[in-house]
């Protein structure tokens, strides 16, 4: 993609999202400037000067690389709102984390990734949960994507396979949530994501951070008229990240062009979340 200069001042069209936009109900710390944000950043959280640099100048690069076009405009600022307010470096083992706001995917241990922050930023951004949505993701990870999600939702529950990776993650959130409270919302669970969580569902938003093979159909079962499901369905290397949406009672077609009826299932429409079959890359799903 060509790259596009962002101004100095760099505030998205349409504006910062207002508090009552945020499930935190607070104004985040939005500054157009660097040296403003940095400084409330350090204030407020405990951030370190050079990772919140970082993550304001990542931010940057998420809009000049285009890595959030084609997306509604509204969940734009609301996923960056999101970016700027969770420290992708408190995710990453300390050996890598100097690498954590380059635009690359990274070893958390276990085999297992943290994705690259235009893959994390554009799936936040087309799941886009509104503050009372219910959301569940599967695969934690080390946590990232989850924390990523809390700003946005009240509502986030997160399943990972890997049990000491599971743990990794709680430590990790618990930490972070003593300046961060809204991070003590997200409810874990250790076990296999392909069930789903059933006592939360039916879900508004259901995400998939890890490459499967199909779509599991407890996932569609859990998954709420009108909500959306955001996976990237493939075999290794070969993944398309695609949105699926189940329709709201008396819908008899698409809600517009860009969605496609599934084939495999009534009352599914598809949609590919890069909207021109680009293939992506996710580590496996384990189980």
């Known amino acids: ?61 998420l809009l000049s690389d285009g890595d959030l076009d084609g997306l509604d405009r509204g969940a734009v600022p609301r996923a960056l709102a999101a970016w700027l307010l969770t420290p992708r470096e408190a995710f990453i083992p300390e050996g890598n984390r100097l690498a954590a706001y380059l635009p690359r995917a990274l070893p958390v241990g276990y085999d297992q990734t943290i994705s690259a922050p235009y893959m994390v930023s554009r799936m936040t951004a087309a799941l886009n949960p509104g503050p009372e949505d219910r959301v569940l993701e599967i695969g934690t990870g080390s946590g990232y994507q989850s924390a990523m999600l809390a700003p946005l939702s009240s509502h986030v529950r997160t399943i990972e396979y890997v049990g000491p990776l599971a743990v990794m993650a709680a430590g990790i959130l618990e930490t972070l949530a003593e300046r961060r409270p809204w991070l003590e919302k997200i409810r874990r669970r250790t076990g296999n994501g392909y069930q789903g969580w059933e006592e939360g569902a039916p879900y508004d938003r259901i995400i998939v951070t890890c490459a499967i093979d199909h779509i599991p159909p407890a996932l569609l079962d859990q998954l709420a008229p009108g909500g959306i499901l955001i996976l990237p369905l493939g075999e290794r290397r070969v993944q398309r990240l695609l949105a699926l949406r189940r329709r709201l009672p008396g819908e008899e077609a698409p809600p517009d062009p860009t969605w496609s009826p599934g084939d495999e299932f009534s009352e599914i429409d598809v949609t590919d979340v890069y909207s021109n079959g680009t293939r992506v890359v996710f580590v496996p799903f384990v189980h």
Do not use: H, Q
Not at 28 to 40: G, I
Not at 48 to 55: D, I, Q
């Open 1 to 61: 993609m060509g790259r596009r200069r962002i101004p100095e001042d760099f505030p998205v069209n349409p504006p910062w999202p207002p508090p009552s936009d945020l499930a935190i109900g607070v104004n985040p710390p939005l500054m157009e400037k660097r040296e403003d944000f940095v400084r409330e950043a350090v204030k407020r959280f405990g951030d370190e000067e050079y990772f919140a640099a970082e993550r304001w100048n990542a931010a940057r690069r």
